[in-house]
Nanobody, 125 residues
Framework: QVQLVESGGGSVQPGDSLRLSCVAT????????IGWFRQAPGKERERISC????????HYTESVKERFSISADNSINTAYLQMNDLKPDDTGVYYC??????????????????WGQGTQVTVSS
């Protein structure tokens, strides 16, 4: 049974940092992509970053490219999102998601099949 559990959210001030974790069970990250998504209040959910467990390639949306860093430790089936210099616009519920990648060169930019329950991040002074 595939399960994703996020943790690490919280309430912080602008300029602070947080690290989100996503623990995956029921599959191996070696063959999956992990995406981090954000749903801000009143807005649609958007993908902000993803990583391929196949080759470690990563992607970021422009608004977080210089501040966030995605990584994965396949040996413990855990993905991370390091978020630095947080801004009020980063406020939202953060979800991790997983999708199987069938080829070694497959991109993590694709629709996702499995979702975690989300963790709240609030950035406010």
């Amino acid at each position: 049974q595939v399960q994703l559990v996020e943790s690490g959210g919280g309430s912080v001030q602008p300029g602070d940092s947080l690290r989100l974790s996503c623990v995956a069970t029921g599959f191996s990250l070696d063959y999956y992509g992990i995406g981090w998504f954000r749903q801000a209040p009143g807005k649609e959910r958007e993908r902000i970053s993803c990583i391929s467990g196949r080759d470690g390639s990563t992607h970021y949306t422009e608004s977080v490219k210089e501040r966030f860093s995605i990584s994965a430790d396949n040996s413990i089936n855990t993905a991370y999102l390091q978020m630095n210099d947080l801004k009020p616009d980063d406020t939202g519920v953060y979800y991790c998601a997983a999708v199987e990648i069938y080829t070694p060169w497959g991109s993590c930019l694709r629709p996702y099949d499995y979702w975690g329950q989300g963790t709240q991040v609030t950035v406010s002074s």
